[in-house]
């Protein structure tokens, strides 16, 4: 009796699969495309008070600056990389990438906040900060300006690019 329970429970298991490989393949091709995956996403910069260093007590770096990444999906995602671009303003600053490897996982219906590494910056980069926006009046409170993208994957989805721009306010510390 206990053989013929096991031989009829893999044999719904074997006829179970395909039909939710063909759910995950509708799902994906009609229910959650990119695009409306995309649309369900939201990056914001949280708050005030990245702080950019250039002064001669520490190397010039930027830290503290923190993104939310809010899901409206109806299924958790998982970052899995972020590619950035800082401006102050308008003018260029630096580019960086960083892979998340812990705690990377958004719920559902949920935000969650990615704490970037400190990024440092090089001696050029630290010199247009101090010089922001002319070396005669310089400014501690510009706006910074972040863009870039994040890579999320997910059950439904194999991977996804979300295109971002986000401003806050930094602070400029000189010494």
């Known amino acids: 009796m206990a053989w013929m329970e096991i031989s009829s429970l893999r044999w719904v298991a074997a006829a179970v699969a395909p039909i939710a490989k063909l759910i995950k393949w509708v799902a994906r091709r009609w229910v959650f495309s990119p695009k409306k995956c995309q649309d369900q996403l939201e990056v914001v910069a949280v708050g005030v008070g990245?702080?950019?260093y250039v002064n001669p007590e520490r190397s010039p770096a930027i830290t503290g600056l923190t993104l939310l990444l809010i899901n409206h999906l109806p299924f958790s995602v998982k970052i899995d990389r972020m590619?950035?671009?800082i401006s102050?303003?308008?003018q260029g600053l630096t580019r960086f990438a960083q892979d998340l490897i812990q705690d990377r996982e958004v719920p559902r219906k949920n935000c969650k906040q990615v704490q970037l590494n400190?990024?440092?910056l090089s001696?050029?980069?630290a010199k247009i900060v101090r010089d922001y926006p002319s070396p005669s009046k310089p400014c501690d409170c510009p706006i910074?300006?972040?863009q870039g993208k994040v890579?999320?994957?997910g059950w439904f989805i194999n991977e996804i690019n979300k295109v971002f721009h986000a401003e806050t306010r930094a602070y400029i510390y000189r010494g």
């Open 88 to 90: 102050i303003e308008s």
């Open 118 to 120: 400190e990024h440092h």
């Open 151 to 153: 890579r999320l994957t």
């Open 50 to 52: 990245p702080h950019i």
């Open 83 to 85: 590619d950035l671009e």
């Open 144 to 146: 910074l300006r972040i």
């Open 123 to 125: 001696d050029q980069q």
